[in-house]
């Protein structure tokens, strides 16, 4: 049954109706008793019937904007489930000098580093070492980067707080935020990961749907929700089974099921391998790899998309723990000799490794199952536009609020979640300064936009993603 809205005017009609029924002699417009009973009581019973209206809202999870976040954080706790806060993002930190030390150097645990202030968001982000970490001056020649003709320790960083902006870009640490003696500075050579932001509302409803409809590990319900209920570092999954187009290897793995995931767990890598010579792939031992740090042998350090390059596995296994990312030097450029040991240093995503050994335990493993675990495949989107600004706003301001505006909506969408031109074009409407907005081109990275520009598909193992450098924004007056 639904909760009718009834209005203080529909209250205070009533409540005329009820008190002239028993005694017609009372004004009920002027004086003490519309003044002091019925207008008074009346807003007051509006005021009630909305607070019950958000209740059956609550109970019916429509219309998500009418009740509070507390409301539904104990609404969901019902079924156990509780909102998750976000994770934070994580990186390596260089801590460098351009001499060698007399004596060890120690980075203590908790010393803080910092990002500049972005000039786009005007946020500027702290992270704190998470363990004590020694440049050991017994050992002072391998610390030594002859790129940078200095001496560099890596350190392992935190964002203090959570959410996908401690996600900041690389060289985008490099300030000391306590003196630091025997340090000159300090870098991230590799951008940072894993910092997601709090869960929705829409998603926290999701969850709870998933938990009332499907609680067995055996089906579609069940894995996702295992999974997002109790790893917080995944924000989405989709599970693909059956006849689904998106299960390429169903005609040769019995049982298959591919559970593709939005999320991240970078774990640092190191392997010695030894070099088969030019143009001969080298797979690296932990799978799936987000990106390679450097290649060594001996002294000698090899530069990327220079000496060699990174070869993602494309097979139907790809992004998983089968997957066969790798190396491979290119022809002409410097390499090793054939049989040299090499050291590659390189970034895991530990998920889907994760993942693969809890569905393992007795109480997950289901029998004739061939489940797999694979990292969602990024979209990369890219975007044209023109854009009028009302006259008296700064054009540089208002291009960057714009710019921010996109990015957070296309960055934020999860796994098969279409990039709509009216979600673009509401986002940027809320900037203060825009005048008009009109989209020329909007396309997957690599592909032609069609003409005009409509809405992106994108496929429910995939996830639309869009960088700063693709928004292209042409002002008009």
């Not at 709870?208 to 894995?223: P, R």
């Not at 089968?322 to 054939?338: E, H, Y």
Request: aromatic residues 8%; contains cysteine; proline residues 5%.
């Amino acid at each position: 049954m639904s909760v009718p809205a009834i209005t203080a005017q529909q209250f205070l009609d009533q409540l005329n109706q009820s008190i002239a029924s028993r005694n017609d002699s009372y004004d009920l417009s002027v004086g003490p008793v519309p003044d002091l009973i019925t207008y008074p009581l009346s807003k007051i019973l509006e005021d009630q019937n909305a607070r019950v209206r958000q209740i059956q809202d609550l109970i019916t999870l429509v219309a998500s904007g009418n009740y509070t976040d507390d409301d539904l954080n104990d609404f969901v706790l019902n079924e156990g489930i509780i909102r998750n806060t976000g994770a934070r993002a994580s990186c390596t930190a260089i801590f460098f000098r351009s001499t060698p030390p007399g004596s060890d150097l120690t980075v203590k645990s908790g010393y803080p580093v910092g990002t500049a202030v972005d000039e786009q968001t005007g946020s500027a982000y702290t992270f704190v070492v998470l363990q004590d970490t020694t440049m050991v001056v017994a050992n002072i020649g391998s610390y030594y980067n002859p790129d940078k003709r200095r001496y560099e320790l890596q350190v392992p960083v935190q964002a203090t707080v959570a959410g996908s902006g401690g996600n900041v870009g690389a060289s985008r640490i490099t300030r000391l935020l306590r003196p630091l003696n025997n340090f000159e500075g300090v870098t991230n050579y590799l951008a940072a990961s894993g910092g997601l932001d709090g869960e929705s509302n829409a998603q926290l409803i999701r969850r709870y749907l998933i938990a009332v409809t499907g609680s067995n590990s055996a089906t579609v319900n069940g894995i996702e929700k295992l999974i997002l209920d109790n790893y917080s570092n995944v924000t989405d999954v989709y599970v693909a089974f059956g006849t689904d187009p998106l299960l390429t290897r169903a005609a040769t793995d019995a049982g298959a099921v591919d559970v593709w995931l939005l999320g991240s767990t970078s774990v640092n890598r190191t392997d010695t391998t030894i070099f088969p010579g030019v143009s001969m792939p080298i797979p690296l031992d932990f799978q799936p790899v987000s990106s390679v740090s450097s290649v060594v042998y001996s002294t000698n350090t090899y530069v990327f998309g220079t000496d060699y390059i990174f070869v993602p596995d494309t097979s139907g296994l790809s992004n998983s723990i089968k997957a066969q990312d790798a190396i491979q030097f290119l022809p002409g450029a410097s390499s090793p000799p054939v049989g040299a040991p090499l050291t590659i240093v390189y970034t895991q995503n530990e998920l889907p490794q994760f993942l693969t050994n809890e569905f393992l335990k007795p109480d997950l493993n289901i029998p004739g199952r061939d489940i797999l675990f694979r990292i969602g495949e990024q979209e990369n989107i890219v975007l044209s536009a023109t854009l009028t600004i009302l006259a008296g706003f700064n054009t540089s301001t208002v291009q960057n609020a714009v710019t921010s505006a996109i990015s957070n909506l296309v960055n934020g969408l999860n796994l098969g979640q279409a990039v709509q031109l009216f979600d673009i074009e509401t986002a940027v409407g809320r900037v203060d300064g825009v005048d008009n907005f009109i989209i020329t081109a909007l396309a997957v990275s690599g592909q032609t936009p069609a003409n005009p520009p409509v809405d992106l598909t994108i496929a429910g193992n995939a996830y639309a993603r869009i960088q700063t450098s693709d928004i292209t924004l042409t002002v008009t007056a």
